[in-house]
């Protein structure tokens, strides 16, 4: 509880040391541009700390971190003294209070829900918290690669330093901190797109009547509710909760990835594109800002504060989650495209070109070091061949996005039916799509011509001068969702995966997750919008469909979350380390003592096993930071790295029993520290053990597990 209290107060802290920058930065933003201050100053403090240490200025540490968070209160109150905003309205003041108290509720929530399943290890969390501890263990960036001695570490990770940071500042254990910063970054989501909606739907309605709603309904589209799938599957399977098949939820198109925010919790992985959540709404944030009020007016130095705020936070979704970056960007763009179409003047118009031109190119210098250093493992794009039927996609699309299909769906209904001529618009809505889908249906084509057909309307909503510019946002959102279930179904991105069966499953995985967000924060405005556009005997009829699509939806966060937690029967703790202590007592003592003892940078021998081991492999790396020869090699492979023979290597110098013979390996790969546990024993063998008595000195031994600090060789 007090580890868990750390960590909620830190971000309180950075969350009021940003405030005064995030009320100057979101200050034309109606409604709740002050609930995106946490996530603002994260992102702020993290950027200052990793560009000081990625140029070499200034090195990574606990004085680093706190020189940045004093930058950021200090440039936060003197910006609020030069700049200071008209006092905050009541709606302003309204959201802010709303935004704290859900933060409040989803940290302690999340925090109890991982205490039933702390255990950090299984599916990617190894993998996460290597990233975690290797980001906190090196002083410039970008880190070594735990998993593979020699090499940078070629991965998006500056989510990874951002957990980082919350355990260093907050002194919590590492594998505690981890299950934190699940909570953390879910408190910090649920703040962001309840700000977003309730700022949505102020623009809209100055009032304010209805943004609570909005912003609520945002939470629960986006971030609570599950697929349609879960809910059908528990409908089809029955049984008690406990044998729940919470991870086929994830799993109904073929071939892919289907995961979506809620599913993302319930599993807990502290993965790359589950912390770019509050930082794409935060991005979203300032699209809406542009979108309904322009770009920044002077003073200068205010819109220049707007402009390099920005920048950073649309650039470092990059180092992020890579693949956020493009289409929060062009959201952006697209966001100074509504602003166009009000009548603003060809000047005005022309000034918001020229900021979100700015904003972008400085986006990228924001970014540079990480752009300079990361190498993409994808090789380009290849063009989709094989679709499915259109009934059969129909029917996978409705199982993942039912709710929020039938709520974009019904935004596109009442479009058409508040146009000038309903019923033509209608008929020959209908005429195309029959005509076009039969001449489509033969290729298996009419699935990729309906999403472009709702892009291209999408599209022309966003621009049509007959709407209210957050309406237009709105249409914006939806627009960037069809496009992201569009892209994958035309293309895909050669990664690893090419050429097996799984060709396109990154590809629908990243950009259908994003789809969601976009569709959840839509929804939210279309549910109200939905009180004010339809006939009230039509409404009634509307809530049945609803109902029914909620109710699939609910399942799964209930019982996901009942069978992700095996009926919630054991004791809730934080340890994410406490399951290495049942098998292998000793390792966990031994990593405390690596992480406390051992020099940044040593390298670590340990046993080699494949990915995903249940068995603990790479498990001396992963709690510790320090790189290993090898941890988990098919990652080492999507990373761009290439293994060779260090799997042999690593079991040759276990084996060996010539103390001689085992030193040109060990100085390849510059070895400092040995450990031989009840894992090494299990997978060489005893009878290479005793050469490392001869090779150094055996620094640590408790309960079956040993480390031995190696010599070095004489010159």
Not at 246 to 266: L, Q, Y
Not at 329 to 344: I, T
Not at 548 to 571: K, T
Request: proline share 6%; with cysteine; net charge neutral.
């Amino acid at each position: 509880m007090f580890e868990a209290l750390r960590v909620f107060a830190l971000i309180e802290v950075l969350g009021l040391a940003a405030m005064p920058l995030a009320a100057v930065v979101f200050s034309r933003l109606p409604g709740a541009g002050l609930g995106f201050a946490k996530p603002l100053g994260l992102l702020l403090v993290t950027w200052l700390v990793w560009m000081g240490g990625s140029l070499h200025l200034v090195p990574y540490g606990l004085a680093s971190a706190i020189g940045a968070c004093a930058a950021l209160a200090v440039g936060g109150a003197a910006a609020w003294l030069w700049w200071r905003p008209r006092a905050p309205g009541p709606l302003r003041l309204r959201g802010l209070l709303w935004s704290e108290g859900l933060g409040v509720v989803a940290f302690a929530g999340m925090a109890l829900l991982v205490a039933y399943s702390p255990d950090v290890w299984n599916t990617e969390k190894p993998m996460d918290m290597a990233f975690l501890n290797a980001a906190d263990g090196t002083r410039f960036f970008p880190p070594a690669d735990p998993w593979m001695a020699g090499e940078d570490l070629n991965y998006y990770y500056l989510g990874h330093l951002m957990a980082a940071l919350l355990v260093r500042l907050s002194g919590v254990e590492p594998s505690v901190g981890y299950n934190l910063a699940v909570a953390a970054f879910f408190a910090l989501s649920v703040t962001a797109v309840f700000a977003l909606a309730f700022s949505l739907w102020g623009a809209a309605r100055p009032s304010g009547r209805g943004a609570v709603a909005a912003g609520l309904w945002a939470v629960a589209l986006c971030l609570v509710l599950g697929d349609v799938a879960g809910g059908e599957q528990l409908l089809r399977d029955g049984g008690p909760l406990r044998e729940y098949d919470w991870f086929g939820a994830s799993r109904v198109i073929p071939g892919t990835i289907n995961e979506f925010p809620a599913f993302s919790f319930v599993l807990a992985d502290l993965h790359a594109h589950v912390m770019a959540i509050p930082f794409s709404l935060l991005v979203l944030g300032i699209a809406l800002q542009l979108a309904v009020a322009g770009p920044p007016q002077p003073p200068r130095g205010r819109a220049a504060l707007e402009l390099g705020a920005g920048s950073v936070a649309v650039g470092t979704l990059y180092a992020i989650n890579a693949w956020s970056f493009p289409v929060l960007a062009g959201l952006v763009a697209l966001g100074a495209l509504v602003r166009l179409r009000d009548p603003v003047g060809i000047r005005e118009g022309a000034r918001a070109v020229a900021w979100v031109t700015a904003l972008l190119l400085l986006a990228v210098i924001a970014v540079l070091p990480f752009l300079i250093g990361y190498d993409t493992a994808a090789d380009g794009l290849a063009a989709v061949r094989d679709h499915a039927p259109f009934t059969r996609f129909a029917r996978e699309e409705a199982r993942v996005y039912g709710l929020l299909a039938y709520l974009a769906a019904t935004a596109y209904a009442v479009r058409v039916a508040r146009s000038r001529r309903p019923l033509r618009n209608a008929a020959w809505t209908a005429v195309v799509a029959v005509f076009a889908g039969s001449l489509l249906a033969a290729a298996d084509l009419a699935g990729i011509a309906a999403l472009a057909a709702l892009v291209a309307a999408a599209a022309h909503a966003a621009v049509s001068r007959g709407s209210a510019a957050p309406e237009r946002f709105a249409w914006i959102l939806i627009c960037g969702a069809m496009l992201c279930l569009l892209i994958p179904e035309v293309v895909y991105v050669r990664d690893s995966f090419a050429g097996t069966r799984l060709f396109r499953m990154n590809t629908v995985f990243k950009l259908g997750f994003q789809a969601w967000l976009l569709l959840g924060v839509a929804g939210a405005c279309v549910v109200l919008w939905a009180g004010e556009w339809l006939p009230r005997a039509v409404r009634a009829l509307w809530w049945l469909p609803l109902l029914a699509l909620l109710g699939l939806s609910v399942v799964f966060p209930v019982a996901g979350s009942y069978a992700r937690r095996d009926g919630f029967a054991a004791a809730p703790h934080l340890d994410g380390l406490r399951w290495l202590a049942e098998s292998a007592p000793g390792d966990p003592v031994a990593i405390a003592w690596l992480r406390n003892e051992a020099p940044r940078g040593s390298v670590v021998l340990e046993s080699v096993g494949d990915d995903y081991s249940a068995f603990g492999h790479a498990r001396i790396s992963t709690f510790t930071g320090l790189p290993t020869v090898l941890g988990w090699p098919g990652h080492e492979v999507q990373w761009d790295h290439d293994p060779g023979t260090r799997r042999e290597d690593v079991e040759r110098l276990y084996t060996l029993t010539d103390a001689r013979a085992a030193r040109p390996l060990l100085r390849r790969y510059r070895v400092r520290f040995v450990v031989v546990g009840p894992l090494e024993r299990t997978d060489y063998g005893d009878a290479g053990v005793a050469k490392w008595d001869a090779l150094g000195r055996r620094v640590f031994e408790r309960e079956g597990t040993a480390v031995w600090e190696l010599t070095p060789p004489r010159a």
